[in-house]
């Protein structure tokens, strides 16, 4: 069996992780919505995008690293927020945040983490970004992001795609969607994963710990599930967002855009920063590719506006094609995920060892950054 050392690849490293977990949680990690054509649809895209190498250039000495506003990170790629995380392994999160710390890059938590903010942030004083979800409580919502401000986070994301809750068939198939009930054949899968099992079975159920304060002293695991759930998913509206860019005095950054209008119009708002996304293919299946919209959304924020992008993103290059079609930095979120579940921390390290080892070789061979142009084989359709 590969051990982690022995996973070269993001696709090595989601293999060793499939095999440590059940299928309810695989399943809920690497799903999309109804028929994952918009999961694929990411990666063709990427694989739709060839880079131009330029030679005779002196590469001895490039740099992976890259500024967003005043702070400089080690490469342009971030950990992306994903939501019950603790399912992958206990404590998850966390080890999310402190490799982020280590390697020197940005660690989203999600507004459905399985840590609080506070320990995030006490993890990854540096690295760790806040990403909201607005709740049908406006209360709820503005004490989220006065604990964010508190507990110094300088950067607020907050996701906008999702208005209501989207049909992820394989949570249902497996009975994980609110209020969670496993059906028993993902339970009997889920006794023939020993090692997940016992550290599970130890640990105790996952909490949505940021929001256990509100869900009432002693409050359990699922008492604290049910309330988040009363709440989110919440359609909100670019009234709600311009309050929201009031309230946060830091980094305000809008993820979960895809038409070039609407990446204006945050700009409008007050955003500092644009995150093109279709939420990792799980929200809308129709929906186009967000390396796809990069050029449409550059075109229309023009070149001062910091715009970020993820979905389908595996490979170093993948990160240099996002950058040559406009973005100024990258998330991924599967990748780390895979990492946290076949190795924890080293396994997220190994995730981000991955992607900085080809990045380096990809920017070298094509003659630097400056250099690489694209060209998109396929019209993705903007
Ligand atoms: C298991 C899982 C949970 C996620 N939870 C959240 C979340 O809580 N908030 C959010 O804004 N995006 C969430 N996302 C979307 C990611 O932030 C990101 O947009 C997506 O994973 C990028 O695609 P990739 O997985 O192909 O890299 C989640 C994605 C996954 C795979």
New binding site residues.
Partial sequence: MTSLQGCHNIDSLARLAQRYLPRLVWD??EGGVDDEACLVR?RQAFDGVTLMPRYLVDVSSLTLSRSLWTQTYAMPLGI?????AGFARHGADLMLARAAQQFGVPF?L????TASIEAAAQAAPDQTWF?L?VSREQRITEDLVRRAAAAGVQHL?V?VDVPVHSNRERDVRNGFVPPVKPTLSAIADALCHPAWLARFAKQGLPRFESWAPYAGEGASARQIADLFTSQIPFTQTWRDLARLRELWAGKFIV??ILHADDARRAVEVGADAVWV?N????VLDSAPSALSCLPAIRQAVGPQTVLLV????RRGSDVIKALAMGADFV?????M?YGVAAGGQAGVAQALAIFQRELSLGVAQLGGWGSATHTPVQDQGL
């Fill in positions: 809920y990690i990411n992306a927020p994903t939501g019950l989203v999600s507004g459905a983490g990403q979800y994301v996701t993820k979960g996304s939420h990792g293919g799980r993820d979905g389908g993103v998330f991924a979120g599967r990748p995920m």
